[in-house]
């Protein structure tokens, strides 16, 4: 979605926590009413329970000792039970405590059609069990049945406000704790450039339900943005280079093999070692060039045997000058010969780039060691300075180009220096050493099919 398309839909703060909390409140009242609801009918199923036990237990007592079935007796029942006792002796007779209106005698005469079967009428309950053969003979449990004080027309308004309450309130919570993440969220992205990666508090990232995965998503999504976004950059700059180098490299390498020529003349001719350092400066001009040709107009690497140890002394002869110049000495640990199979003209491009970002590392001077090592099936060598190091972000972003930290820098070297062993089937890295110092190691087969030297 371009920003025009997000501009026609905007942000509507708190849009979300509406469509949330009406829900819920309407939600939680239906729970507290149904929740209130089945209270009351546990409340009423406990009292008849209650009312058929105590009915049971007097009809058992009655069957086990003969009691005359008086008033008296009945009232003696009631008082100790807290329920009316009545008792039942024909169709038309009951004896009772206390004066019977007329739906509570109806409701006794019924409960003798169904003995141990609790009924209602009119706010009453009551069960019969017999005491007898004859069904008419019971005793009956007789009791209001208790009203709960909640529904009582005066306590029903304070009632529906405290649960109204009681369901704002928890919807209020619910809503804000699933949407405060997702505002947090929101400000968040709109807050940040699409270039930069999203930076989000780690209440968001550490948290285990869906918000937290859309976080991680989100944030490793705008990551994966901004790298292939790195890359197309990288590669318009690539596609750039090789328009300008393929402009500019024949206009350039004409003039400096001229100036390399008249270095060579008058340093045979006239015996002037400035001659030399005409010469080395014009081949500097040259492998930048060819720096420029190898990144941004990559061809596979030309093998054939050669000897790396002659190619390093030689290159170093033609460095002699500038390494006076810049006051550096070089230690080299090389053995009599060390055949394999290479592109020379690169290779030697490699340690140049090499050697040369050393002399940059040294301005006061100092000691370069360079090191071959034969193995059976490959060689490796390492390049030791005596300069300040590697930053911990030079070596994030070894062998990328266009990356330098040094002023003036195009970042081309150390990415041919790597690109090229990696054409060769080998590999480079790059640290610090414990002495001080970079230092910089590779390997290399002996024998690798050639390869393009650039992906």
Not at 260 to 279: F, T, V
Not at 401 to 411: H, K, Q, V
């Amino acid at each position: 979605m371009t920003a025009l398309e997000a501009d026609r839909y905007p942000y509507s703060r708190g849009g979300l926590f509406r469509r949330l909390i009406f829900p819920l409140v309407i939600l939680t009242l239906i729970t507290v009413f149904f929740s209130l609801y089945n209270a009351r009918q546990v409340e009423k199923e406990h009292h008849r329970n209650r009312l058929k036990s105590i009915g049971s237990s007097n009809a058992q007592l009655f069957q086990r000792i003969s009691l005359p079935r008086t008033g008296r007796l009945a009232k003696d029942l009631s008082t100790t039970t807290g329920v009316t006792i009545l008792f039942s002796h024909s169709r038309s007779g009951l004896t009772s405590s206390i004066p019977l209106n007329e739906s509570q005698q109806k409701l006794a005469f019924e409960t003798l059609e169904t003995p141990g079967q609790a009924l209602e009428d009119d706010g009453y309950q009551a069960v019969a069990f017999t005491i007898s053969d004859s069904p008419q003979e019971a005793i009956i449990a007789l009791e209001s049945i208790p009203r709960w004080s909640l529904f009582e027309t005066s306590n029903l308004t304070p009632t529906l406000l405290s649960s109204l309450v009681f369901a704002l309130g928890a919807a209020f919570i619910i809503s804000r704790s699933a949407v405060n993440p997702l505002e947090k969220l929101v400000k968040a992205i709109r807050n940040t450039p699409g270039d930069e990666a999203l930076t989000l508090p780690s209440s968001l990232l550490e948290q285990r339900d869906e918000i937290g995965i859309l976080t991680r998503e989100l944030v490793s999504s705008r990551q994966r943005l901004i790298d292939e976004q790195q890359k197309r950059e990288r590669a318009e700059r690539l596609a750039m280079l090789g328009q300008l180098t393929t402009s500019l490299a024949h206009e350039i390498k004409n003039p400096a093999a001229s100036i390399i020529m008249h270095g060579q003349a008058l340093e045979q001719q006239h015996d002037n070692p400035i001659g030399s350092l005409i010469q080395e400066e014009g081949e500097q001009i040259v492998s930048l060039v060819d720096q420029w040709l190898f990144v941004a107009k990559p061809e596979g690497t030309q093998h054939s045997s050669n000897d790396l140890v002659a190619i390093l002394e030689q290159l170093l002869k033609k460095l002699q000058p500038l390494f006076d110049f810049h006051a550096v000495s070089v230690i080299t640990n090389f053995p009599d010969e060390l055949f394999f199979q290479c592109d020379a003209h690169r290779i030697e491009l490699v340690f140049r780039n090499l050697l040369s970002n050393s002399i940059h590392a040294m301005p006061e001077g100092g000691r370069i060691t360079v090191t071959l090592t034969e193995n059976p099936t490959d060689l490796t060598f390492s390049v030791h300075d005596q300069g300040s190091g590697f930053s911990d972000e030079a070596l994030s972003h070894f062998g990328e180009a266009f990356y330098s930290e040094r002023e003036g820098g195009m970042g081309l070297g150390l990415t041919l220096v790597k690109e090229v062993v990696m054409a060769h089937g080998g590999d480079v890295e790059a640290r610090n050493s414990d002495q001080g110092g970079a230092l910089v190691t590779g390997r290399i087969p002996k024998h690798a099919t050639p390869t393009t030297s650039l992906s």
